[in-house]
């Protein structure tokens, strides 16, 4: 097995053991009290598990450190979040609903992207259709929602650090993702039609 071979695999095998972990507490907390903003953080990271396995191989893929520090902390980062006791500072259903809203970016945007869905910063072929019409990186800014609406459910010291420090990694990441990109032509007619990274009309 060459070196490129066993770095994805231990990729796909470190996300796979991460998210029975997430799996494990989220369900337990669900069994507990009824809450249902947590399951619906876990079908949005069970997708990313389910993409990683069928995902299409790279045309340029981004070995830089940064890349990888970025990749590896946004990816780690969520699975770390954890169910506490502590009172969610809004009702369940107002967070399950945002979360909603985050998940269905979610699956819009990986539902377009099919297999050229990664990990890594890569150009996997540029798609400029659906809700890519809209922002540059639509599942990152689902990830964004859903990640904050368990923040604001599961309000401790703990899942806000992790949530900081994962999204702002993915900002970086969705950022060098761009650079792999605009290397691309065609990719640079799509930035010209679609301006914003993540939140139309403010970033």
Request: proline share 4%.
């Amino acid at each position: 097995m060459s070196r490129e071979q066993t770095r994805d695999l231990a990729a796909r095998a470190l996300v796979g053991g991460l998210f029975a972990l997430l799996s494990i507490n989220l369900l337990n907390d669900f069994l507990r009290t009824g809450h249902v903003t947590g399951l619906l953080l876990l079908v949005s990271e069970a997708l990313i598990v389910i993409l990683t396995v069928v995902r299409r191989r790279a045309r340029i893929i981004d070995r830089s450190t940064a890349a990888a520090v970025t990749t590896t902390l946004s990816i780690v980062g969520p699975p770390l979040l954890r169910a506490g006791e502590a009172p969610g500072l809004l009702p369940d259903s107002i967070t399950a609903t945002v979360s909603a809203v985050g998940l269905l970016l979610v699956i819009g945007g990986k539902m377009t992207l099919g297999r050229s869905f990664g990990i890594a910063p890569a150009n996997r072929g540029v798609v400029a259709r659906g809700p890519y019409l809209f922002c540059r990186h639509p599942i990152y800014a689902g990830y964004l929602i859903t990640h904050l609406a368990f923040l604001v459910a599961q309000p401790t010291a703990l899942n806000l650090v992790i949530v900081a420090v994962a999204d702002t990694a993915l900002i970086a990441r969705a950022l060098l993702e761009e650079r792999v990109l605009s290397r691309d032509v065609e990719y640079q007619t799509y930035c010209q039609r679609v301006a914003w990274h993540l939140v139309p009309g403010l970033f």
